[in-house]
């Protein structure tokens, strides 16, 4: 809608985790050669953490990017299964057409999986996402995959991403045996005052920007103040500033486009003087100052007929006399 206006081939703050717009802070670096690592060194279990909004789903697209490309990966999404319905996920995400009606069925079905891509020297990934949602006797039971090995070797690797939450749930007494098998742990911290600031500029400069000058200074700064360093936040106001730029004609978002749209994210509505391109309008200056006489010159009609009305009372009176 907005890009042709500012000079942009695609929406630089998508919600979307693109991992060619994976901003590569300290941390997401880190975090990502971790992953990588990992998994290449088959190390079994892997728990990534991170705030809400801080790159962990573009962190893994990203991952699953630079794997082999003949490494199966089956993603799971849905952590409210249970280990039955986990199990045929992930047999059906990786292409095993199952016949299996009971869990130990499945099981079976799994091991053979694995020791055919075993002998093919491939180690398929499995990636639990919003693992925090997880019960403990689902984590215990993902746990006892795990004992799918060689004498020397994991047969899949495992990779439990989700918030600070599952950190917390891995420190339960009942799944003391999980933690001592998580050969890595990679957690990502919110983006640094500075790293913020270069995480906008990083974006527009993906989506195609030509001007580094789009957000002004003060635009940017304001934002970074908000967002916290979170990175999701800083796309949600971003892309709104655009748009409203955009709607007001404004080819450079300076701080009161930004207040405007955290205050429209704090509140769900635009402040009552803002314009809305399809149902409100914004005053303009003549129109202020127009309003502005109208006051006056009601006033100064309303004191005139006061003084009108005093004068008449007195001549009233004399005549009276």
């Given at each position: 809608?907005?890009?042709?206006?500012?000079?942009?081939?695609?929406?630089?703050?998508?919600?979307?985790?693109?991992?060619?717009?994976?901003f590569?802070?300290?941390?997401?670096?880190?975090a990502?050669?971790?992953l990588?690592?990992?998994?290449?060194?088959?190390?079994?279990f892997?728990v990534?953490?991170?705030?809400?909004g801080?790159?962990?789903?573009?962190?893994?697209?990203?991952?699953?990017?630079?794997?082999?490309?003949?490494?199966?990966?089956?993603y799971?999404?849905?952590?409210?299964?249970?280990?039955?319905?986990?199990?045929?996920?992930?047999?059906?995400?990786?292409?095993?057409?199952?016949?299996?009606?009971?869990?130990?069925?499945?099981?079976?079905?799994?091991?053979?999986?694995?020791?055919?891509?075993?002998?093919?020297?491939?180690?398929?990934?499995?990636?639990?996402?919003?693992?925090?949602?997880?019960?403990?006797?689902?984590?215990?039971?993902?746990?006892?995959?795990?004992?799918?090995?060689?004498?020397?070797?994991?047969?899949?690797?495992?990779?439990?991403?989700?918030?600070?939450?599952?950190?917390?749930?891995?420190?339960?007494?009942?799944?003391?045996?999980?933690?001592?098998?998580?050969?890595?742990?990679?957690?990502?911290?919110?983006?640094?005052?500075?790293?913020?600031?270069?995480?906008?500029?990083?974006?527009?400069?993906?989506?195609?920007?030509?001007?580094?000058?789009?957000?002004?200074?003060?635009?940017?700064?304001?934002?970074?103040?908000?967002?916290?360093?979170?990175?999701?936040?800083i796309?949600?106001?971003?892309?709104?500033?655009?748009?409203?730029?955009?709607?007001?004609?404004?080819?450079?978002?300076?701080?009161?486009?930004?207040?405007?749209?955290?205050e429209?994210?704090?509140d769900?509505?635009?402040?009552?003087?803002?314009?809305?391109?399809?149902?409100?309008?914004?005053?303009?200056?003549?129109?202020?100052?127009?309003?502005?006489?109208?006051?006056?010159?009601?006033?100064?009609?309303?004191?005139l007929?006061?003084?009108?009305?005093?004068?008449?009372?007195?001549?009233?009176?004399?005549?009276?006399?």
């Amino acid at each position: 809608m907005y890009l042709q206006f500012f000079g942009l081939r695609e929406a630089p703050f998508n919600p979307t985790p693109d991992p060619k717009f994976l901003f590569q802070s300290t941390r997401h670096r880190e975090a990502l050669a971790q992953l990588l690592y990992g998994v290449r060194e088959r190390k079994g279990f892997i728990v990534l953490t991170g705030e809400i909004g801080t790159g962990k789903t573009t962190l893994l697209r990203t991952l699953l990017e630079r794997l082999d490309q003949h490494t199966s990966v089956a993603y799971v999404h849905n952590t409210a299964l249970s280990i039955e319905g986990l199990l045929e996920y992930v047999l059906q995400d990786w292409g095993v057409k199952s016949t299996a009606t009971t869990q130990a069925q499945r099981l079976f079905e799994l091991n053979e999986f694995l020791i055919e891509q075993h002998r093919s020297g491939l180690s398929p990934v499995l990636v639990i996402d919003e693992a925090q949602n997880l019960t403990v006797p689902t984590l215990e039971a993902v746990r006892l995959l795990s004992n799918f090995e060689t004498n020397n070797q994991k047969l899949m690797q495992i990779l439990l991403v989700g918030q600070p939450e599952l950190r917390d749930k891995l420190n339960a007494p009942e799944l003391r045996q999980l933690k001592q098998r998580i050969g890595l742990r990679c957690h990502i911290a919110p983006l640094s005052p500075e790293e913020a600031r270069l995480y906008i500029r990083h974006r527009l400069r993906v989506a195609g920007a030509t001007d580094a000058g789009i957000f002004t200074d003060a635009a940017v700064q304001r934002i970074v103040e908000y967002s916290q360093g979170i990175p999701r936040v800083i796309n949600i106001i971003g892309d709104h500033c655009l748009l409203s730029g955009f709607a007001d004609s404004k080819r450079r978002i300076d701080t009161g486009v930004v207040r405007e749209a955290v205050e429209y994210l704090e509140d769900g509505e635009r402040p009552k003087w803002r314009r809305n391109r399809d149902t409100r309008l914004v005053p303009t200056r003549g129109a202020v100052w127009a309003a502005r006489a109208g006051v006056a010159a009601l006033v100064l009609v309303i004191l005139l007929l006061l003084v009108f009305a005093a004068n008449a009372t007195g001549w009233f009176e004399r005549a009276l006399s």
